[in-house]
């Protein structure tokens, strides 16, 4: 190949800017083995950089947006040992994500201190990783925020701000049910989730409490029930995983809490 005509296809690639395949084929045609490639192998060589360099780069880009507690947190590191104890073939099973084409949610129970968090935000990385549209939240500010929006005159904020978290493929709940929220609060907690299974989404929760005891953990409204009923269905249809402390006071204390649970009809 001549100069001139190597240059020609080094200026489209600039022009399409592709800038990693650009570099890679001006590095390959002034190496020796250059002229050992074929059209393919060379096709591939100089397209898998290329490849590869905008994959971490949307990668890096959802991570950022999804704002993840632990943006170092690793699945590499969810291991029994050092005082916790993990359910390993069913953390296996929801980090193949299998569950978001069911819209089926996962609940992460455990005790304060059981690594509850760093899980889910290992868990997020993941799905940012493969390619999922990830929002990580905070369920109290999550809540303050909501219910500040919808007591403004216009609730374009509140509706904007409603229909975004009910759009994310996998919107992660961190310290679900940890505070308690009047009538108002229900209301709004119930139409997100009420939402986000209407639009074949999931949910990955933590929290320290077992749903049966989310009815006084998440309000004390008797007017609530009903919300409160349909809130607890619907988030526990999916997958229960249970972390666990393994001194023998938090085996006590976890003694009442969930059965770690493969999955569940909806």
């Not at 290992?122 to 999922?132: H, K, Q, S, V, Y």
């Not at 139409?191 to 639009?199: G, S, T």
């Not at 953990?217 to 393994?246: Q, V, W």
């Amino acid at each position: 190949m001549s100069n001139s005509k190597i240059q020609d296809i080094l200026d489209i690639l600039d022009y399409l800017e592709l800038d990693e395949t650009r570099k890679r084929l001006a590095e390959l045609y002034k190496s020796p083995e250059f002229s050992s490639y074929n059209s393919l192998q060379l096709l591939r060589e100089i397209l898998s950089v290329q490849y590869i360099s905008d994959k971490n780069s949307s990668f890096e880009k959802s991570v950022k947006l999804s704002k993840v507690r632990n943006i170092s947190a690793s699945l590499e590191n969810i291991k029994t040992g050092n005082g916790r104890k993990y359910d390993e073939n069913v953390i296996e099973q929801i980090s193949s994500f299998d569950f978001v084409d069911k819209a089926y949610n996962v609940g992460i129970y455990g005790v304060s201190g059981a690594g509850k968090t760093y899980l889910m935000s290992a868990l997020c990385i993941e799905a940012c990783r493969e390619g999922f549209d990830c929002r990580f939240v905070d369920y109290g500010e999550t809540m303050d925020e909501l219910i500040a929006l919808s007591r403004y005159t216009d609730l374009s904020k509140y509706n904007k701000k409603l229909k975004k978290l009910s759009k994310h493929q996998i919107l992660f709940i961190d310290d679900f049910a940890i505070s308690k929220y009047p009538e108002e609060g229900m209301k709004i907690l119930y139409q997100l989730i009420k939402q986000r299974e209407e639009n074949g989404k999931s949910t990955i929760f933590t929290t320290q409490y077992s749903p049966d005891e989310w009815g006084r953990r998440l309000s004390e409204n008797e007017n609530c029930y009903g919300k409160l009923d349909g809130i607890r269905r619907r988030l526990t249809a999916g997958h229960t995983l249970l972390l666990e402390k393994t001194s023998e006071r938090n085996k006590q204390v976890n003694k009442n809490r969930p059965q770690n649970q493969t999955s569940s009809e909806r």
